[in-house]
């Protein structure tokens, strides 16, 4: 007997793997997506962070000791805090930072959200003026990824 054609199991098979492979690109290239916005905001929180230093050392009239509990300084030895922390507003208005349409940093991981409203706590020690993006507000705003 002559076969010219493919059997029922050998069509099934065939459309099962496929199924697989596309499940399996379409996963990982969401995943790429995503991954690559995560990346995009911790870069620009590493950029708010460079530009708050450089705020801070554009404004160096801040003399009050850090607060064991509250601020980033781990003993009161030669580390000064800001009495107040700074805003990403602030380095936007004095073009610290670069900022897209409407004076807005947009948040990439939610893209209808702006982080202008977010802490940069900045502490001196030793001289050297450190700034730290204001983590507390991840959870509850739109300061960090969702």
């Known amino acids: 007997m002559d076969n ?4 029922l199991v050998e069509i099934l098979s065939v459309i099962v793997l496929l199924s697989i492979v596309i499940t399996l690109t379409v996963t990982i290239s969401n995943d790429v997506g995503k991954n690559a916005k995560i990346k ?18 554009e404004n160096d009239d801040f003399t009050t000791p850090c607060d064991i509990e509250t601020k980033p300084c781990y003993n009161k ?3 000064y805090c800001y009495n107040n922390s700074v805003t990403v507003q602030t380095l936007v208005d ?9 004076n807005n940093v947009v948040n990439p991981v939610n893209e209808s959200k702006n982080i202008n409203e977010c ?12 700034a730290i993006y204001d983590k507390a507000n991840v959870g509850n705003s739109q300061c960090g990824e969702n």
């Open 77 to 79: 030895v030669n580390c």
């Open 94 to 102: 004095n073009k610290l930072i670069q900022y897209d349409a409407g």
């Open 119 to 130: 802490n940069i706590q900045l502490y001196k020690k030793y001289g050297k003026i450190y």
């Open 4 to 7: 010219k054609g493919f059997t």
């Open 40 to 57: 995009l905001l911790n870069s620009k929180i590493e950029n708010i962070e460079k530009a708050a230093v450089l705020y801070g050392q």
